[in-house]
């Protein structure tokens, strides 16, 4: 019975998968994106030595990780840690390492009967990041932020000034860089909020003034096509009809957002490797697009992950933050509050009971 069911189940996954007979494009249901029909045609081959100069120069990789230390409805203790590495010729060359906690506080608004976030950095690094900290103020129902119709969680402002950092940490590392060189950032180059694309924007200044080409390598990408199939999916089966054994696919999409001034790309970085990845290249910098693959071709060899950037590799792996740094943190944090924290205790509870529940 039960294997019968999973026959099934897989049949109507082959159905769900198979290549749509009406022709096909990535989906968004915002108007300021303009999909472009899929055509073999579209698949590009990454060569060593791109056309416009040879494969050389530095890529510095942004990473950034957190973690929730301390969690009550109206404060979050988060330890947050980014990281910024400069490869040359396959090697590191530089690294920038930056740690902060962040005390995330549910503040009244001025004037209103509502509730701001406040966050108060406080470094561990000798070199702080440019961030002007007195406009790390959110609004809790804001809604570019919310889910639906509830304010934002508090414990996601943490994910927030981390983003926020990271593009501090890409504008810092791109003015110790040279023309021609890469800066590169895990994710996407569109702002989803003002403060998000005030930090871009800088981020685009200082490499527009050094002549630093900016773009970003997405882990994941949840896009969908009008068939209903995921979009890197969709490629994967449409890059099965051509030869080339790395490629970049594009265009793509036509991309009219002034928060997104990017054009976006999906690249296989490896012959070997069976990942496809979202890359995206400010839009000033698109006719460096075939020497941005071939650079980030050859950083993708290492074994570890065939065809993802190692840089990428790297920073991810300084950056992360985990379970087990989390506890120490906060063990570190109850010992050095020991007094206070009978005080402290009440508003973690108020929170907590789903969390006692789940490691019973």
Not at 38 to 55: C, D, L, N, R, T
Not at 58 to 80: K, R, T, V
Not at 327 to 341: G, K, P, Y
């Amino acid at each position: 019975m039960h294997t019968r069911i999973m026959h099934d189940v897989a049949a109507a996954v082959r159905e769900h998968i198979a290549p749509s007979e009406k022709g096909d494009a990535v989906l968004f249901s915002d108007s300021r994106y303009a999909a472009i029909p899929f055509s073999p045609g579209h698949f590009h081959p990454i060569v060593k030595e791109a056309a416009g100069g040879p494969v050389s120069g530095s890529l510095a990789f942004i990473d950034g990780g957190n973690l929730e230390i301390l969690a009550a409805p109206s404060f979050s203790l988060q330890f947050i840690r980014v990281y910024a590495t400069v490869y040359r010729n396959n090697r590191r060359s530089d690294f920038m390492l930056f740690e902060q906690y962040a005390l995330i506080r549910a503040m009244p608004a001025d004037g209103v009967q509502d509730i701001r976030y406040q966050v108060k950095l406080f470094p561990l690094s000798k070199t702080s990041l440019p961030v002007d900290e007195s406009a790390l103020v959110f609004d809790s129902m804001d809604p570019a932020l919310r889910h639906g119709h509830f304010r934002v969680d508090i414990s996601r402002i943490g994910d927030i000034t981390r983003d926020i950092l990271e593009l501090a940490a890409a504008r810092l590392v791109t003015q110790t860089l040279s023309a021609g060189d890469c800066v590169i950032r895990d994710g996407t180059l569109q702002a989803s909020y003002a403060m998000q694309e005030h930090h871009f924007a800088g981020l685009f200044a200082a490499a527009h003034e050094r002549g630093v080409t900016v773009a970003s390598i997405a882990k994941t990408c949840d896009l969908f096509c009008t068939s209903g199939r995921s979009l890197l999916g969709a490629i994967a089966q449409l890059a099965a009809q051509q030869p080339h054994a790395m490629w970049h696919y594009t265009p793509l999409v036509e991309i009219r957002n002034e928060r997104h001034p990017a054009v976006m790309a999906l690249a296989k970085l490896h012959p070997r490797s069976s990942h496809i990845f979202r890359c995206e290249i400010h839009k000033d910098d698109a006719q460096r697009l075939p020497q941005l693959m071939a650079r980030l071709a050859q950083n993708s060899r290492d074994p570890i992950f065939l065809g993802y950037p190692y840089g990428l590799v790297d920073a991810d792996q300084f950056a992360r933050v985990s379970q087990k740094d989390g506890e120490h943190l906060a063990m570190r944090f109850m010992a050095q509050c020991s007094r206070e924290w009978p005080d402290i205790l009440p508003f973690i509870n108020a929170g907590n009971a789903h969390t006692i529940l789940d490691e019973k």
